[in-house]
């Protein structure tokens, strides 16, 4: 169980900005089951940033027991966006215990299960925790790579998206060697978008990728879309 007084002050200022009118549209948007209250980013930021403050935590199985209650008991969408601000505030927390953090950002994969939840988790939790601890997390992601869940191996594939030039690449070819076939709409994205911004530091890399692997056309074109006005690129 987390910071009961946070848990409550998080939903009462969700509550207090909610407008009716925005949530149906907002659901139906985010092809949601769980309603949402109304809250767009801008003021759930602003919303948020007091009661966090407010209410710090000290420890990191406090940190982890208050987004695992935001998290479980989510009556909202919004309520689940709170709990992944909550993590982003407390990096160190999540990384003074990476075994119980991976377990928790594992279940917010699996149980969040659409691409606005899982990105979020991948991208900014489940990426900052293998840089910091790779000893720990990079197993588990070789395991996610080539688990029945989708959301845990599209995880596996972005989650180095915005770790720059400290790219595990041989783990990221693995993890996309491992879905190159799947013909799912969210790993063929996901194996493109991840390309395309290791591209960014790589081309050459990216480039000989692409050249020697059997990728998907969406996963070729959004890899290669930024470096074909380049020379050296396929087809110049």
């Known amino acids: 169980m987390g910071d009961e007084g946070l848990v409550e002050g998080i939903r009462t200022a969700l509550r207090a900005?909610?407008?009716?009118?925005?949530?149906?549209?907002?659901?139906?948007?985010?092809?949601?089951?769980?309603?949402?209250?109304?809250?767009?980013?801008p003021e759930r930021t602003r919303a948020l940033r007091?009661?966090?403050?407010?209410?710090?935590?000290?420890?990191?199985?406090?940190?982890?027991?208050a987004i695992r209650t935001l998290w479980r008991d989510a009556t909202y969408r919004e309520e689940r966006y709170a709990a992944l601000a909550l993590a982003h505030r407390y990096p160190a927390h999540l990384s003074a215990d990476p075994?119980?953090?991976?377990?928790?950002?594992?279940?917010?994969v699996v149980t969040g299960g659409w691409w606005d939840l899982v990105d979020d988790t991948a991208i900014r939790l489940v990426g900052p925790l293998l840089l910091a601890h790779p000893d720990v997390v990079a197993p588990a992601i070789r395991r996610w790579a080539r688990d029945a869940d989708r959301w845990r191996r599209r995880t596996a594939v972005i989650c180095q998206i915005g770790a720059k030039d400290r790219v595990d690449t041989a783990l990221l070819a693995e993890a996309i060697e491992a879905n190159v076939d799947d013909p799912d709409f969210f790993l063929r994205k996901g194996i493109g978008w991840a390309l395309r911004q290791h591209a960014r530091l790589d081309p050459?890399?990216?480039?000989?990728?692409?050249?020697?692997?059997?990728?998907?056309?969406?996963?070729?074109?959004?890899?290669?879309?930024?470096?074909?006005?380049r020379p050296g690129s396929p087809g110049r």
């Open 99 to 108: 075994h119980a953090s991976l377990e928790l950002l594992d279940e917010l």
């Open 50 to 65: 007091p009661v966090l403050a407010a209410h710090p935590i000290a420890d990191p199985a406090g940190c982890r027991g």
């Open 17 to 41: 900005v909610a407008d009716p009118a925005k949530a149906e549209p907002m659901r139906a948007y985010m092809k949601s089951a769980m309603p949402f209250l109304g809250v767009p980013t």
């Open 204 to 229: 050459d890399w990216v480039r000989g990728f692409a050249a020697t692997h059997a990728l998907s056309p969406l996963s070729r074109r959004e890899a290669l879309k930024h470096l074909e006005d």
